[in-house]
């Protein structure tokens, strides 16, 4: 039971899955053990990283993230320069205080495992963190899973039985849909567009105020992201001594207005996009989109067609946020929006696919043709691999939200030109990427043991 608003994390980089959510977990079991009684009398904590965690996790930042949520910083209010210095303290200590708990050493190197050899079987992206008593005993044991796009589950909630397809955008919403079919026969009906039908769900949850508010709030952090990108040079961490390009394209862009007219549309869209990517992978503050990996994509087309006169229009960001996080919705609860489960099919193909769909309702699309926007944004990223070299979210990932940005504007383009009908439905596209996903081998899913990663060399 989702509000488009989940959707839409602020954060830090360099990933959704593998830093956001693993700093909400840390946080949230150190809550649990303390609301159990267990949180006093800590002496130790150990966590337990699996899967695609483990095996990208260094490079994705994970350790950090986890440490960071122990002290108690939440992804949303940590500043990214207060988290590093904070991060390293405790390294070069080896010691921390839990957020609301004793303070106790803490050596990451031996307290933070790495278990590349185990799968979990519920979700790839695992992590079980464990407190020890004053008798150096197991005192508390919990189990979680980070599932995309800042997202996190315990393994009791992803153990309930299933409750059907219902995709429902808030609790209690009056006008819920199954699929993009419903999405649209309530359209139809109400006579609506598809801002107007997500909206009313919202209101189940909060006021509208609220939620114009957080919305605002959201795409005005998209634009900084991209202004902070475009400020600044040199090299980004992590060993790949990638060099940032954002910068330099930007002012050759502002340096020759007019030229190279004919593909200008492109250059804009790149710089914005690798703008915002450059900046995750620099541990910046970052919006999910649906996930930080794929963060580029919607800020760059907003960037590009929901301005007047150099300004943000409040009013079609709006539109563009709500008709792409409806989308997105359908992603999440009909198939995944996690690299570890689907590939980057499921981050920059779901990003695509949500950006064609708010950029054709900015233009005035009905609910037919949103979602044929939405369809071939997704339709050109089916097997979409996820195979970050060094285990960082440098490359391809920087490039491909650029190329995602451009796609998403040609998909909404042709949506658009068309008749608002398609051989495929978006409700298809939906269901061949979640099959695609479940037949990829696991080396293209986030784990860096195949494609570039290993074909390129990290250092």
């Known amino acids: 039971m989702l509000s ?8 830090l980089g360099p990933s959704s899955s593998h830093t956001v959510g693993p700093m909400r977990i840390a946080r949230r079991f150190l ?13 130790r904590v150990e966590i337990e990283l699996l899967g695609s965690l483990a095996l990208t996790g260094v490079g994705h930042g994970t350790d950090k993230a986890i440490i960071l949520g122990l002290l108690g910083l939440q992804p949303e209010t940590a500043d990214p320069v207060e988290a590093e210095t904070l991060f390293r303290q405790t390294v070069q200590q080896k010691s921390l205080k839990l957020d609301g708990g004793p303070d106790i050493g803490f050596n990451p190197i031996k307290d933070i495992q790495f278990c590349t050899e185990i799968t979990p079987d519920l979700h790839p992206n695992g992590v079980i963190l464990h407190l020890y008593d004053t008798a150096s005993e197991r005192a508390y044991t919990r189990e979680y899973f980070s599932t995309g796009g800042g997202f996190i589950a315990s393994r009791k909630q992803l153990e309930k039985p299933a409750r059907g397809d219902l995709v429902a955008s808030a609790k209690g919403a009056p006008h819920p849909f199954r699929s993009a079919a419903e999405m649209i026969e309530i359209c139809k009906r109400e006579d609506w567009l598809v801002d107007e039908l997500i909206l009313r769900n919202e209101d189940a949850r909060r006021s509208r105020e ?3 508010k957080r919305l605002d709030k959201i795409a005005r952090t998209m634009m900084q992201c991209i202004d902070n990108g475009l ?8 060993g790949l001594e990638v060099t940032r390009r954002a910068h330099g394209l930007y002012q050759t862009l502002k340096n020759n207005p007019g030229s190279n007219e004919r593909e200008q549309l492109f250059d804009w869209l790149n710089v914005y996009a690798m703008a915002v990517n450059e900046e995750n992978a620099a ?5 999910t989109s649906p996930t930080n990996g794929a963060a580029g994509i919607l800020p760059s087309v907003m960037r590009h067609y929901c301005h007047d006169d150099g300004k943000l229009n409040l009013n079609k960001a709006r539109r563009f ?14 198939a995944s929006i996690s690299g570890a489960e689907m590939g980057c099919q499921g981050e920059v193909g779901v990003a695509c696919s949500m950006a064609a769909g708010g950029l054709a309702a900015v233009w005035g699309a009905d609910a037919d043709k949103v979602c044929v926007a939405a369809e071939i944004g997704m339709e050109h990223n089916l097997g979409l691999t ?4 060094g285990g960082l979210v440098q490359i391809p990932c920087i490039e491909r939200n650029a190329f995602g940005a451009v796609k998403a504007v040609n998909a909404a383009r042709l949506a658009l030109q068309g008749t608002g009908q398609h051989k495929v439905s978006l409700d298809q596209v939906i269901e061949t990427m979640r099959q695609t996903g479940l037949d990829m081998s696991n080396k293209y899913k986030e784990t860096s043991t195949g494609g570039l990663a290993v074909n390129v060399i990290a250092c």
């Not at 488009?4 to 954060?11: K, M, S």
């Not at 809550?31 to 002496?43: I, V």
């Not at 792409?324 to 999440?332: E, H, R, V």
């Open 231 to 238: 400020g600044a040079e040199g090299t980004l961490p992590g």
């Open 386 to 389: 996820c195979d970050p070299v």
């Open 321 to 334: 946020l709500l008709v792409a996080g409806g989308i997105g919705l359908l992603y999440k609860q009909r």
């Open 4 to 11: 488009v608003l989940d959707l839409f994390r602020i954060g």
């Open 283 to 287: 541990g910046g503050r970052v919006v």
């Open 210 to 212: 609220k939620t114009l």
């Open 31 to 43: 809550q649990e053990a303390d609301k159990a009684g267990k949180l006093d009398g800590t002496t």
